[in-house]
């Protein structure tokens, strides 16, 4: 088993022992939330963090499990809103009925309301330095929040059917998805103690690596059926992809190039931590 697999099953096994416990007698809310957080994924931002602390301070690995878990916690609300009625109305996630399909609207929200703040706690209360931990916090909240993910969503939304230029669109990606991931690698880095400049380098790397997060995303819509993506497809229609901006072949092009610009991030890397780092880029996107 690669250090990937092994990192992503005990991630799961972690996941499971420390679903949210919710007190009271509400008749489904502690079910929806367990369900929306076993429900899988691809698990990417994790693995990131998990990778960094793997590569470079491996002795700190089961410490970083509740930052991990805070960083997907924090990404599961954000699709919990991204698929309500009033955003994109999407009836399916991660090959699952989504969760104002399978309860209602209200639960839906509340969820992600839940697992953004959840977030926080857990990584409050990881067994890391109080000036570690208040540091992965002020990275998540800045980078998840409105200087990032959130005004990425607001800018999708508001565009939709108002066709953005090529830098516009860049930017919408970047705040709404790459910025997490950065987060991620960047949360990761600062477990590990690694000085400023690595850290900058491995959060500009991780810029270029959400960016063509998205563009895979944009592409999957595109080329793949609703079974394939567990998720629905095809809907991209109204929003501002690089697919509709470049067309398919334009977008394939970008990507080879948005490829190209992330091993030359890569190289400025400690290069164990690049290995490491390229064997997840080799197998979620081809590179």
Not at 44 to 48: M, S
Not at 250 to 259: D, F, I, V
Not at 265 to 268: A, R, S, T, Y
């Given at each position: 088993m690669s250090?990937?697999?092994q990192l992503l099953k005990n991630f799961e096994l972690y996941v499971e022992r420390n679903l949210p416990i919710v007190e009271g007698y509400h008749p489904h809310f502690q079910k929806a939330l367990g369900e929306i957080?076993?429900?899988?994924?691809?698990r990417?931002?994790?693995?990131?963090v998990l990778s960094v602390v793997d590569a470079v301070e491996p002795l700190l690995i089961e410490n970083s499990y509740p930052v991990a878990l805070g960083v997907e916690m924090l990404h599961t609300y954000s699709l919990i809103h991204d698929d309500l009625p009033s955003m994109d109305n999407a009836g399916l996630r991660r090959g699952h009925p989504t969760l104002h399909v399978t309860y209602d609207e209200v639960t839906a929200i509340l969820a992600g309301d839940a697992l953004n703040t959840?977030?926080?706690?857990?990584?409050s209360t990881a067994p890391l330095s109080a000036s570690v931990r208040i540091e992965l916090i002020e990275i998540l909240a800045k980078n998840g929040g409105s200087g990032g993910m959130v005004i990425g969503q607001a800018i999708d939304c508001e565009f939709e059917d108002k066709r953005l230029n090529l830098k516009e669109l860049e930017f919408l990606h970047v705040n709404k998805t790459a910025k997490l991931i950065a987060a991620s690698l960047l949360m990761g880095a600062v477990i590990c103690d690694l000085d400023e400049k690595s850290k900058n380098s491995i959060y500009n790397f991780g810029l270029k690596l959400g960016l063509l997060f998205q563009i895979?995303?944009?592409i999957i819509d595109a080329t793949m059926s609703e079974k394939e993506a567990g998720k629905p497809t095809g809907n991209d229609e109204h929003k501002n992809s690089f697919v509709n901006l470049l067309g398919l072949d334009?977008?394939?092009?970008?990507?080879?190039?948005?490829?190209k610009a992330l091993h030359v991030?890569?190289?400025?890397l400690d290069k164990k931590l690049a290995n490491r780092l390229e064997v997840i880029v080799k197998g979620y996107f081809n590179g």
């Open positions: 250090s990937k697999e957080l076993l429900a899988g994924g691809k990417f931002r994790p693995l990131l959840d977030a926080f706690y857990r990584i895979q995303d944009d334009g977008a394939l092009a970008y990507k080879t190039e948005a490829l991030e890569l190289e400025k």
